[in-house]
């Protein structure tokens, strides 16, 4: 991803508050230049633990080369090569991007950047990239203005344009190198998707020429420059085949443009607009010249800095490292081996990231050898899969799976592989009783600091410490379904919690891949807490007479990744329905009214429990890869139809629009009381809570940052008039009121 830019050393920024009479030391983003061989060493080395692109780089290479190398008649070629030791330049400061109020003097900005490379480049002095880490975003759009460009085998070696995941596309020419380099279908790939691309692929696909061990990066692209300087080395020229030539130079090249905006539509709705000017860039300048494509991407890159799908998706990108941030200090004794209680769904994927993101040893039990026997499978089934898409190495695989350790009852030494565990996260059957005996069974044989976390999905976090011989070790740890997928992380501290306890889960959450967040011990936490009157707010829809495809459909269009139906079922119907009923009966009052909160105890009754057992609202195909698609339950459709016939609920005629906002603002509202009452720390918590945890849209921002963009006054007056149509659990939040009142944003 591109990086925020300059973290400045702590000790740098306490002298300069300290001393504010003094002048700032110089910020220097090059080490002192070396030449060997008549070869310039630009050792790149910003004052952050991440090389970026900033003005003050933009300024220093400019002085770099106009005071030193270009009147340098010694000097023949220039090596780009970093001096961090996983990373070539991640990318652009996004606070650059943030500081400029105008957006529209963004395009000045990136077309100084050409000009500096155009002028540099008359000089005919042949240049290397020699990439060893990261080169993203800006970084790659350095290297594509080089002649040559090397890449290391280090596994944090990847090339990308990522500037799409920001709302935004590539400003510095990445549109116009990087087709001529890879061709079209090629680039439009890299660019719509942001992906990533590993040194061997980039080999294969002509993105760069050489791919070498990191310990002779710098020797090697000294040697390649000096060949290039004398002739002896080539530059890549791509050659096209036939297909390729048709494709970028004829009308069927409408064909391939067409394609992907179908592609883009179906999988955006239409809500990224970034998405859209990628390919019209591309499509709009394909054979004219290359200033008019730079200039023309340019004017679009400060089109697209300006809008508020851009802004919605740098702030997530700021709120990802925000909430990492915390006063717990440091954990007393790291985590090394981490044991799971539970191999089912939930507890093999705890497992599955512990043991791969993670490098843990884990530990994986369960009742007997038929439920740890699966659990395993799958975790080893999901790293047979990177393997053979060579996303792992033989040795990986096997390191990764001789690092866990599958357990049960009946194997007579478990108790001595826990007595050596430092963390236990427990998935276990979510009820009190249950709860207590595990943690008491645990406590006889952990050793005394071992950390004991619940992955509960909502009983408070005390209740579960109140049967601890060491409450203080208690946590809660909560992920969400399926876990190699879902990235959020929300972390329970109750009033008796170590804070180093705090720390390690933090710690080893983030190992794990995860983006956690700290919440307050309360009923159903964040995510559920939110959820359950959105859950409440659609079973009061479908005792109105909303058919329940309809439902899902509003929801998707309004950018959800799936309908609030669809979501049940994929959770699993049990747990949705458990959920609501502990909720219902909890601390929110009138807000869990006007649904039906029982609407799903037939089901649970009769185990259609969603996906995972191919029967709940919907009917799962057995064969889907051979383009079987799910159906309504039509068991369910009569069940429903007979509750709402009892039940004399009105039927309504609602719109579109009014569907969305009846579900979503019940969502919104409950996480303005959990800001309110202090369950989450920052709108940041509840923005990157949301999005992460249930897939609240992106390109909104979350639930904090749709109000600062669509205005909360507006939302607080909705939320008055469906009060006064349905009733009192449309009252507004008071922070919600009081901001709306004094025309305050959640976010600065």
Excluded at 131 to 155: F, M, P, Q, S, V
Excluded at 173 to 179: I, K
Excluded at 196 to 210: C, E
Excluded at 481 to 495: N, Y
Aim: charged share 25%; proline share 5%.
């Amino acid at each position: 991803m591109l990086r925020t830019a300059i973290q400045r050393p702590a000790a740098l920024v306490r002298t300069q508050v300290k001393n504010l009479s003094t002048a700032a030391p110089t910020v220097r983003y090059f080490d002192d230049l070396e030449i060997k061989d008549g070869v310039a060493i630009v050792r790149i080395n910003g004052p952050g633990k991440m090389n970026t692109i900033s003005q003050g780089m933009q300024k220093e290479s400019e002085a770099l080369f106009r005071e030193k190398i270009l009147p340098n008649k010694d000097i023949k070629a220039v090596v780009f090569i970093s001096s961090k030791p996983d990373n070539f330049i991640a990318g652009a400061d996004i606070d650059m991007l943030k500081s400029f109020e105008d957006k529209s003097q963004l395009k000045g900005l990136t077309m100084k950047g050409h000009e500096f490379f155009n002028e540099v480049k008359k000089s005919k002095l042949p240049f290397v990239a020699a990439i060893n880490g990261a080169a993203l975003g800006g970084g790659l759009e350095w290297a594509l203005y080089c002649d040559y460009r090397i890449a290391t085998t280090d596994k944090k070696t990847v090339l990308g344009l990522p500037e799409v995941k920001l709302g935004l596309l590539p400003g510095m020419g990445g549109t116009y190198h990087l087709p001529k380099m890879v061709g079209y279908p090629t680039a439009l790939d890299m660019i719509l998707t942001g992906k990533n691309v590993r040194p061997d692929k980039a080999k294969k696909m002509g993105l760069v020429d050489l791919v070498v061990d990191p310990a002779v990066l710098e020797s090697v692209a000294i040697a390649q420059a000096k060949g290039l300087a004398n002739g002896t080395v080539k530059t890549f020229q791509r050659k096209r085949d036939w297909m390729s030539w048709a494709m970028e130079e004829t009308p069927l090249s409408n064909i391939m443009f067409n394609k992907a905006k179908e592609t883009v539509d179906k999988t955006t709705g239409g809500k990224y607009p970034a998405a859209y000017e990628i390919i019209d860039v591309l499509k709009t300048n394909l054979g004219k010249s290359k200033a008019t494509h730079l200039e023309d991407e340019a004017s679009r890159f400060a089109k697209l800095a300006a809008t508020p799908e851009s802004a919605a998706l740098i702030g997530l990108f700021h709120g990802t490292t925000a909430v990492k941030k915390h006063n717990f200090g440091k954990p007393t004794q790291p985590v090394k081996k981490i044991a799971v209680l539970g191999a089912g769904l939930m507890g093999a994927g705890i497992a599955q990231v512990s043991v791969d993101n993670g490098k843990y040893e884990v530990l994986l039990k369960d009742k007997n050898v038929e439920g740890v026997s699966r659990g395993e499978k799958v975790i080893v089934d999901e790293m047979k899969d990177k393997l053979k898409k060579k996303r792992m190495t033989g040795a990986e695989f096997c390191a990764t799976t001789a690092r866990l350790v599958p357990l049960h009852d009946d194997v007579a030494s478990w108790k001595k592989h826990f007595s050596t565990a430092d963390l236990v996260i427990e998935a276990v059957f979510e009820e009190l009783s249950v709860k207590h005996r595990v943690l008491q069974e645990m406590e006889e044989v952990l050793p005394p600091h071992a950390i004991f976390a619940s992955n509960t999905s909502a009983i408070p976090i005390a209740d579960i410490a109140k049967g601890a011989k060491r409450p203080e070790r208690v946590i809660g740890m909560h992920y969400f379904s399926p876990v190699p997928k879902m990235p959020l992380l929300e972390i329970i501290t109750h009033a008796g919690t170590a804070p180093e306890v705090a720390a390690a889960a933090m710690e080893v959450g983030s190992r794990q891949g995860k983006t956690p967040i700290f919440v307050k011990d309360v009923p159903g936490f964040f995510v559920n807490r939110c959820l359950s009157p959105f859950s409440v707010e659609v079973s009061a829809l479908v005792m109105e007479g909303i058919d329940l495809q309809t439902l899902d459909s509003s929801m998707k269009k309004f950018g959800m990744p799936v309908g609030p139906i669809t979501l049940s079922d994929e959770v699993g119907c049990d747990i949705s329905y458990h959920v609501n009923q502990f909720m219902s009966k909890a601390d929110l009052g009138v807000r869990m009214q006007g649904g039906n909160p029982n609407m799903m105890s037939k089901m649970v009754e009769k185990g259609w429990l969603g996906r995972k057992t191919g029967k709940g609202f919907y009917l799962y195909p057995k064969n889907p890869k051979k383009g079987e698609k799910k159906q309504l339950n039509p068991e369910v459709v009569s069940e429903l139809e007979k509750v709402i016939r009892e039940s004399g609920v009105a039927k309504s005629k609602l719109t579109m629009e009014e569907i969305q906002f009846r579900i979503i603002s019940r969502f919104i509202n409950e996480a303005a009381f959990c800001l309110q009452d202090e369950i989450i720390r920052a709108p940041a918590d509840g923005d990157i809570g949301a999005v992460f945890g249930i897939g609240f849209p992106p390109f909104l921002g979350g639930p904090f940052r749709m109000l600062d963009q669509q205005g909360t006054q507006q939302f607080v007056d909705k939320m008055y008039r469906w009060r006064d149509a349905k009733g009192p659990q449309f009252e507004p939040a008071q922070i919600l009121v009081d901001y709306a009142k004094a025309g305050k944003k959640f976010h600065n």
